[in-house]
């Protein structure tokens, strides 16, 4: 059976002081977890949140890494720099990537086969924004940025973690409702199901104002593995909520 996966993506948000009394308030209220659990740091914190974390039941995330190996590509990170501290899981593709930093489908899809190289597990981010999804656009996009990272990387799908982050609800306080954010997932498990026979075997995450109050619910769809959080990350009782609410 695979365990539920909850994952704080703590986006630039932070510093050395509130770190360590955020993960430290985490690493007493998680005795016995019923999921994985992983916060994704800034890049800057991940010497400090490796060591804190040590030998504990957290695993350590990423935020996003480099396409490339290594080389003259100022300000990136490469994934054998990520590995080298013990970095598990890197968030790729992120809704915040791809509108800023004007990320396609095809590097999300490179960075995603990157990390793979290197062990380390991408966690896809797919999800449509309030315009396409007001014009009956959702599943093509969602199957669209999906698809990309599923031409690249061929069998090794199986090793990905996919997360359904519908822009409309991210750090908007409306999530979609269990039944919106169940049908969306449901498309991504079918696609998954045609891509590979592991297809079961793959987290799909929800990601969109997930809180203490409606991660019970969410969690509970049959195709929901997990959670993708933002600010309720930042916060040790929110946080533990939500891991709580998964089993
Ligand atoms: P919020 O939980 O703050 O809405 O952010 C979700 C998200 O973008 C996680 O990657």
């Not at 890049?43 to 490339?68: E, H, K, N």
Request: aromatic share 4%.
């Amino acid at each position: 059976m695979k365990k539920k996966l909850i994952a704080g993506n703590w986006k630039m948000n932070g510093s050395l002081s509130s770190n360590e009394v955020l993960i430290k308030q985490l690493l007493l209220g998680l005795s016995t977890p019923n999921c994985d659990v992983a916060v994704c740091v800034p890049s800057v914190f991940l010497g400090q949140a490796q060591a804190l974390i040590q030998s504990s039941r957290l695993d350590l995330g990423a935020q996003d890494v480099s396409m490339y190996e290594s080389g003259a590509f100022t300000g990136e990170v490469s994934p054998a720099m990520l590995k080298d501290f013990g970095v598990r899981y890197c968030i790729v593709g992120h809704s915040e990537r791809r509108q800023y930093h004007f990320e396609t489908d095809a590097q999300v899809a490179a960075k995603a086969r990157s990390a793979l190289a290197h062990g380390i597990t991408p966690i896809v981010c797919v999800g449509e924004t309030l315009a396409e999804r007001e014009v009956g656009k959702t599943e093509e996009v969602v199957k669209r940025q999906l698809a990309a990272v599923i031409h690249i990387n061929g069998h090794c799908i199986s090793e990905i973690v996919v997360a359904y982050e519908p822009i409309w609800a991210i750090g908007t306080g409306v999530t979609a409702s269990t039944g919106q954010a169940q049908q969306v997932h449901a498309v991504l498990r079918a696609q998954l199901k045609a891509a590979t026979p592991h297809a079961d075997q793959i987290r799909l995450l929800y990601g969109g104002s997930m809180n203490a109050a409606n991660a019970g619910q969410l969690l509970a769809q049959p195709d929901i593995d997990g959670g993708l959080v933002g600010g309720a990350s930042l916060k040790a009782q929110d946080f533990l909520s939500i891991i709580a609410a998964a089993h």
